[in-house]
């Protein structure tokens, strides 16, 4: 890992799903205490046991040392209650993609936070500054965009809202070298860089299925074999969450106000369907045999 320096010792993650585990375990295994707080307890269960699993994989490959893995893991705690995050010096959300749960979680996060606590949003397109507006602390909020799987990807972006102080910029880009991640900052913009590239090719993958220019296998194999990409982009919808695509869609639809950008009827059948991926078990493809994954139709 990277060595900064930082007076941020520890860190207040809510949200435990697939990116609030994944930001727990870096930020753990990074030396900071983290205390994880979802709504839903099986939620952290569920990502306790992830950590535990990944890690484990990591000493297995020897990146990490059984010593190391106890230590990390000695620094993880959980809670339903926001409240228990009082004393952080650093509060990341990383709940549901739904403006509405994150500006209510931000007003209680500024509530109980001690002033000098900094907050930041892993929301994958919603404004910083309008959910920095519904704090007493703007200028201490900050986009912190980690990518799925956190403890794979190199890349955080950084999105200052409106009103971000350029120490907080400062402060929270020590906490991500200190995470030893990779840095590239964004202006506050719909989707920011990786969303606003990467999301409306997932989309036009979801309408090349649907006006039937090919199958689910074709797309993935021509786009990894012809593009290079590591994995197919319905494989990757699947594995980033359906709900979460259509969710990112609509942000860049309604806030760029180009047609190119709606969401694909069909990728918003399958979230009506409750099929929103590798999550839940299916989605473009059908987890049940997860070293398997086939069509799902
Ligand atoms: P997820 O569905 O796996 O997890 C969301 C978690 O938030 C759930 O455990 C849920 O119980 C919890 N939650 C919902 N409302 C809450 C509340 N009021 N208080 C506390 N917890 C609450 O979703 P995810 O994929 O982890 O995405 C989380 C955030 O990260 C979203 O903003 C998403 O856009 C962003 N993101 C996702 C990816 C990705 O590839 N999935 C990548 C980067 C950023």
Not at 77 to 103: M, P, Y
Not at 146 to 157: H, S, Y
């Amino acid at each position: 890992m990277a060595k900064t320096s930082t007076d941020i010792k520890s860190i207040g993650i809510i949200g435990a799903g697939q990116m609030g585990n994944g930001i727990a375990h870096v930020a753990a295994q990074s030396g900071f205490e983290v205390t994880m707080v979802d709504v839903n307890p099986a939620s952290l269960e569920k990502a306790l046991a992830t950590i535990a699993k990944n890690m484990d994989r990591q000493v297995q490959k020897g990146g990490l040392t059984e010593a190391d893995k106890k230590a990390a893991e000695s620094r993880l705690h959980t809670s339903i209650k926001v409240a228990d995050l009082e004393k952080c010096d650093l509060i990341i959300e990383a709940a549901t993609e739904n403006e509405e749960i994150k500006k209510k979680i931000f007003r209680e996060v500024d509530a109980i936070a001690q002033k000098s606590c900094l907050i930041a949003s892993n929301t994958s397109s919603i404004s910083i500054t309008r959910l920095a507006a519904v704090t007493s602390r703007p200028e201490k909020f900050i986009g912190l965009h980690f990518m799925n799987p956190v403890p794979m990807m190199a890349l955080v972006e950084i999105i200052r809202g409106l009103a971000t102080s350029q120490e907080t910029y400062e402060r929270v880009l020590e906490v991500a070298e200190k995470m030893g991640k990779t840095v590239a900052t964004s202006e506050d913009v719909p989707g920011f860089i990786v969303n606003r590239l990467l999301l409306p090719m997932l989309n036009e993958a979801c309408y090349a299925l649907q006006e039937g220019v090919a199958d689910v296998r074709s797309i993935d194999t021509a786009m990894k074999l012809g593009a290079g990409h590591p994995m197919g982009p319905l494989q990757l919808a699947d594995f980033i969450g359906l709900d979460t695509c259509v969710a990112i869609m609509r942000v860049l639809h309604n806030e760029l106000g180009d047609s190119k950008y709606r969401p694909s009827p069909l990728l918003v059948k399958f979230v009506d369907a409750g099929w929103l991926g590798k999550k839940s078990g299916r989605g473009f493809y059908d987890y049940s045999d997860p070293a398997n994954p086939k069509p799902s139709r």
